[in-house]
């Protein structure tokens, strides 16, 4: 079938939930058979994320492919258990850029290069890219920040002529907030009138409104928000808040999002979602009586989207291992060794987050060495790996000064060190070791026991690596050495066998694990932290 392209767009407020929205549309109707992408266009200037702080923009995920992106491609694979690409997202400095490259190839032919036409023709030509390679049947765009922000406006004029172009086979859905006045005792529709208002001075009518509200909306209150807005009463959609994200498909295809989006695109769809794999992991979520409880240690605490796919991975597993997870954010930078069996207590398993930099990292050591001597199950991943790899080498190898060359160049031990290839690199953006790499694993161990097998393939985001010239004396010490990439003899994964469950991962399986397919690593340390659980129960 003809690619149909939906769009969706975003107002009164940031942080409703553009992503889950349109995650949420692609799972329903990839229920329905249907090959779904979408992608994301981000208004700043920045090529991508990959430079930016955790502060400022959560997470920076990253696809098999190699692209530093928004954290909401997280939830785009995590929802459709599809591989995004770098053409998933999109920036205005990537956009700029290649409109830059081109202008100096002389590709404009001595033309005046204007943001209409040369920017919003980049960006159709974006959008077009994914329908046009055949792929899929839904190209869902979602444009973020808010309407009428400065940034945004280029991308929603590039919507307003998609949609001219593409006749029925485009749909603008409107994501909204529906404020309630405490005081007043009232949901107030006003902020909605204004924002369609908004769209509708840049020439776009939405086709759907989805109102985001903490309350229920009554039937009488949308029929008159779909009056002002010009849009049919039935595509007038409430979102109200859910205890888990993974709820939001059952909501909206209860309200027939799907179906309405298929009307109005002109698509014939005679059958249902096929969503009995979903709702069976949301019986699994209501089901879970029993709570475990993981530690995290890092230094982005009070900011959760800084390990959202590490959050979700773990709450996947737990929900697979038929518990509730309990997350508890350990501050790096407040663990020392007078506090840690305080601040670690209770915990049924550990997580040592990702990271860069000096910062929080003493803290790491010290959690990661009260763990080994207390055979704490404990996950490392990445920053996390290496520390393991450190703390090993400074307590059981006895090398004391022993560290990354990352946080201290002249170690006289670099147990962790830059590759020969990065250490000719000065430009940071988009030049780690980025995305999809092979891994063997050694047959027997833990880690290939948890994966069923001993080929895996895992995304990377890290410049540092373990030092081959130390893999021996950590491996007579106790530490193997069970994961390696097969053409570089980089070390990928290291455990340490005599412990209950002790791996570290230089890759982020985080990454990867999505509701229908759980990462495995995260399943069996789960798994682990269950069992250690109810050995402590029993030896009480
Ligand atoms: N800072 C480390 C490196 O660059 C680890 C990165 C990470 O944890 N993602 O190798």
Redesign the pocket.
């Known amino acids: 079938m003809e690619t149909r392209y939906i769009f969706v767009t975003g107002g009164v407020v940031s942080s409703l939930g553009k992503g889950i929205i349109s995650s949420s549309l692609a799972c329903l109707l990839k229920a329905r058979g249907y090959k779904v992408t979408i992608q994301k266009f981000d208004p700043y200037i920045n090529i991508d994320p990959g430079t930016l702080n955790p502060y400022e923009h959560g997470e920076c995920y990253v696809t098999a492919d190699g692209q530093e992106t928004d954290l909401d491609l997280g939830h785009y694979e995590r929802f459709t258990n599809t591989r995004m690409t770098r053409s998933n997202n999109i920036t205005t400095g990537r956009i700029y850029q290649n409109v830059i490259e081109k202008e100096r190839r002389g590709d404009y032919l001595g033309k005046t290069v204007q943001i209409v036409p040369h920017i919003t023709d980049e960006i159709k030509r974006n959008v077009k890219l994914l329908g046009t390679t055949g792929d899929f049947d839904f190209v869902i765009t979602e444009i973020g920040g808010t309407v009428g922000d400065i940034e945004s406006l280029p991308f929603i004029e590039a919507v307003r002529q998609l949609r001219w172009e593409l006749g029925q086979n485009a749909l603008c859905i409107h994501l909204t907030y529906v404020p309630y006045i405490r005081a007043a005792k009232e949901l107030k529709t006003k902020p909605t009138q204004h924002s369609v208002k908004q769209l509708q001075e840049v020439g776009i009518q939405p086709d759907i409104l989805v109102l985001r509200t903490e309350h229920d909306i009554p039937a009488d209150m949308r029929k008159k928000i779909a009056q002002f807005c010009n849009v049919s009463p039935d595509a007038v959609i409430q979102s109200p808040d859910v205890p888990t994200i993974y709820e939001v498909p059952v909501k909206m295809h209860q309200q027939h999002l799907d179906d309405i989006v298929l009307r109005k695109t002109g698509v014939e769809s005679p059958s249902e979602p096929h969503m009995e794999p979903w709702l069976e992991f949301l019986h699994k979520i209501d089901r879970a009586s029993d709570t475990v409880t993981i530690g995290l240690v890092g230094k982005y605490v009070e900011l959760q989207d800084a390990y959202k796919s590490i959050n979700e991975a773990l709450f996947q597993a737990a929900t697979y291992n038929h518990h509730k997870l309990k997350l508890v954010y350990i501050h790096s930078e407040k663990l020392n060794d007078d506090n840690v069996a305080s601040k670690l207590a209770g915990l049924d398993g550990v997580i040592i987050a990702?990271?860069?930099?000096q910062r929080g990292i003493e803290g790491k050591f010290v959690a990661l060495k009260w763990c080994r001597e207390h055979d704490i199950p404990t996950f490392g991943?990445?920053?996390?790996m290496?520390c393991m790899v450190i703390e090993f080498a400074r307590n059981v190898l006895g090398l004391t000064q022993a560290n990354?060359t990352?946080m201290d160049h002249l170690t006289p031990d670099n147990v962790?060190d830059l590759m020969d290839e990065q250490k000719s690199i000065t430009n940071m953006g988009g030049t780690?070791r980025l995305g999809e790499y092979d891994c063997r694993l050694e047959p027997g161990s833990r880690a290939a026991k948890a994966y069923g097998k001993t080929e895996v393939r895992e995304r990377h985001?890290?410049?540092?690596?373990f030092n081959n010239d130390y893999r021996q004396r950590f491996e007579e010490a106790g530490m193997k050495c069970v994961g390696e990439n097969p053409k570089t003899h980089l070390v990928e994964v290291v455990e340490l066998p005599d412990h209950r469950w002790f791996i570290g991962t230089q890759y982020?399986p985080e990454y990867s694990s999505t509701v229908l397919a759980p990462g495995p690593l995260f399943l069996d340390f789960i798994k682990a932290a269950i069992d250690y659980k109810t050995e402590n129960i029993n030896n009480k």
Do not use: A, K
């Open positions: 990702p990271g860069f930099g991943i990445c920053l996390g290496q990354s990352e962790i780690m985001r890290h410049r540092f690596e982020h």
